[in-house]
Structures are given as structure tokens and as C-alpha cells.
């Protein structure tokens, strides 16, 4: 099983930068694509960004230019750079991890519990 845990989110004013970090936690697991997903008040979940673990990145287009995925392999770790933060960034966003299990080879999609991205002035 993969336990994940985020960190980073906060308050912000608009223009502002945060930077978001997922860790993967533990045993007999790989790790494989991760991703950023994100849900505001009202509306559905949504792909922020996705990166694979040869580093191929996905952003989705409202974030592009401001927006940068990166990995860690070796600590399987994902984060989220976050520049020129606007108010319609502001969500609950969730890491997304799929982890293989080493014993079956199975895919699993796992989920972080979700931290807070409020941006406001």
C-alpha cells in the first residue's frame, strides 16, 4: 500500500508564488505516473498537471507558463511550483500517484488527502 502526504498549501495574495510537495510512502511498491489535480467550491476535479516517470509533463492549459510539475525519483516525491498565483487558482489540490505493486505487478491509483490553495486579496 502507498500512503502519501502533501504539503505546502496556504493563503496567498494574487501575483504570489507557492510551491506544493507530495511524498509516496511504503513498501513493495514502485512508483510510476504522478500527478496534480485540483477541486474548487462547486465544480468538479480537475488535472492541474501530470508527470510521467520518464519526466514527460501535461499541464492543463490554464496553468501553462505559470505552472511547473517536477519528481524526485529516488525520494518519490512530486511537487507543484505555483507562480503569478490568480484567484481562480484557488482550490483544494490533491497528489495523485500510481503505484505498482511489485509482488502482482498491479496498478493502484492513490490519493493525498488534499491541501488548501486559497488566493485572495
Known amino acids: 500500500q502507498v500512503q502519501l502526504v502533501e504539503s505546502g498549501g496556504g493563503l496567498v495574495q494574487p501575483g504570489e508564488s507557492l510551491r506544493l510537495s507530495c511524498a509516496a510512502s511504503?513498501?513493495?511498491?514502485?512508483?510510476?505516473?504522478m500527478r496534480w489535480y485540483r477541486q474548487a467550491p462547486g465544480k468538479q476535479r480537475e488535472l492541474v498537471a501530470a508527470?510521467?516517470?520518464?519526466?514527460?509533463?501535461q499541464y492543463a492549459e490554464a496553468v501553462k507558463g505559470r505552472f511547473t510539475i517536477s519528481r524526485d525519483n529516488a525520494k518519490n516525491t512530486v511537487n507543484l511550483q505555483m507562480n503569478s498565483l490568480k484567484s481562480e487558482d484557488t482550490a483544494v489540490y490533491y497528489c495523485?500517484?500510481?503505484?505498482?505493486?511489485?509482488?502482482?505487478?498491479?496498478?493502484?491509483?492513490?490519493w493525498g488527502q488534499g491541501t488548501q490553495v486559497t488566493v485572495s486579496s
Open positions: 511504503g513498501s513493495s511498491f514502485s512508483v510510476y505516473d
Open positions: 508527470i510521467t516517470r520518464g519526466f514527460s509533463t
Open positions: 495523485n500517484v500510481d503505484g505498482v505493486a511489485i509482488a502482482t505487478r498491479i496498478t493502484r491509483r492513490y
